[in-house]
Nanobody, 125 residues
Framework: VQLQAFGGGLVQAGGSLRLSCTTS????????MGWFRQAPGKEREFVAA????????YVADTVKGLSTISRDNAKNTVYLQMNSLRPEDTAVYYC???????????????????WGQGTQVTVSS
């Protein structure tokens, strides 16, 4: 099983990025998918999650109104659209998959059994 996140990069504050996560060996329609991030010296932090069908999403308060998670099960891909980026959004962003039920509160990293390698997002001021 492999998850690969890409689409990160260096962007100026106020800019946008769309991260994508593709998988191999894992059919994402069977999984709740999530995005997390980790800044240097900080714990891994929940960003957003989406239910198996894509009908429900939950976004952390820290990025609410700025980031949108979506999925295309036919393409086995999950997306994170990030707008109005701020320097504090700088982190390595990870996609992850879980077999647990979808819930509408901050998702716990320990609930996720499959992780991608991460993509670096750097926002300059």
């Amino acid at each position: 099983v492999q998850l690969q996140a890409f689409g990160g990069g260096l962007v100026q504050a106020g800019g946008s990025l769309r991260l994508s996560c593709t998988t191999s060996g894992l059919i994402i329609r069977n999984y709740v998918m999530g995005w997390f991030r980790q800044a240097p010296g900080k714990e891994r932090e929940f960003v957003a999650a989406i239910s198996r069908s894509g009908g429900s999403t939950y976004v952390a308060d820290t990025v609410k109104g700025l980031s949108t998670i979506s999925r295309d099960n036919a393409k086995n891909t999950v997306y994170l659209q990030m707008n109005s980026l701020r320097p504090e959004d700088t982190a390595v962003y990870y996609c992850a998959a879980t077999t647990t039920i979808f819930y509408t509160s901050n998702h716990r990293p320990r609930d996720y059994g499959y992780w991608g390698q991460g993509t670096q997002v750097t926002v300059s001021s």
